[in-house]
């Protein structure tokens, strides 16, 4: 099993989403509003923008939230904008963190992350020695208590999936980029209700620690998505067998 796979099963496990569902829902509408204000309100002619509704449908989001944000984005409601940045990092044990901000105030960002990093033991990275170790790939996750890993393969597969893995109550499916949209469809069709969807960040190769040093990652890459400045977090940890997060 990927580090990618167990890091989406502690991430999600029964009633994380839930918990953190308002977090979740106001960084998809900032990302929303900056793909309608950087190439238009229709998801048809924007890829960027369709990508973000898709991300927003897989979190269930409703599609008045939806519809609200690609307004602020266009123009037609009052809203804010943001700058797109992005740090490449090391937790403790090398572990490679690569981080997404979307914000208002690119100094707070800066300050913010930097002291989240230096708190927990990590380091801001060169650009490009982080990123080159992750690849982009479309990761869909569904709830394995409500669905059997063959239910879903067999629907996955028929869009075009390359893969669907269970683990720990969580079955995640993965595609390539561009077959994403065709998947999730497939899903949605079928009536699966997914509990996150996404084009993400996937490591190429995982690094293994003891149970201490993962914990010490974990907590540094928690900090890092509850800051209201960081829209997504990947890292190329692997998550040990039996490993909790606190």
């Not at 208002?104 to 982080?130: E, F, P």
């Not at 699966?192 to 995982?206: D, F, G, K, Q, R």
């Amino acid at each position: 099993m990927s580090g990618h796979s167990k890091w989406a099963t502690i991430k999600h496990k029964k009633g994380a989403a839930d918990a953190k569902r308002g977090q979740m829902f106001t960084k998809l509408i900032k990302e929303i509003s900056i793909a309608a204000r950087m190439g238009g309100g229709d998801p048809e002619g924007n890829p960027r923008l369709r990508t973000a509704v898709l991300k927003a449908r897989g979190a269930n989001m409703p599609k008045d939230n939806i519809d609200r944000a690609i307004k602020k984005g266009t123009g037609e409601l009052e809203g804010v904008n943001y700058e797109e940045l992005v740090y490449e990092a090391y937790a403790p044990g090398g572990v490679a963190i690569f981080i997404e901000v979307l914000t208002d105030n690119k100094n707070r960002a800066a300050a913010d992350i930097r002291n989240i990093l230096t708190r927990a033991g990590g380091q801001l990275a060169t650009s490009g020695s982080v990123s080159r170790l992750f690849k982009r790939q479309g990761i869909i996750t569904l709830d394995g208590e409500k669905y059997t890993e063959d239910q879903i393969m067999e629907v996955a597969l028929e869009g075009g999936a390359e893969d669907v893995s269970l683990s720990d109550g969580v079955i995640e499916v993965t595609t390539a980029p561009e077959d994403f949209e065709p998947v999730l469809n497939c899903l949605e069709n079928k009536h699966c209700e997914t509990l996150s969807a996404e084009i993400s960040m996937v490591p190429e190769a995982a690094v293994s620690l003891d149970n201490d040093a993962t914990a010490k990652a974990v907590r540094l890459i928690e900090r890092l998505e509850e800051n209201d400045d960081v829209q997504n977090v990947y890292a190329n940890i692997d998550i040990p067998e039996g490993f909790e997060a606190e």
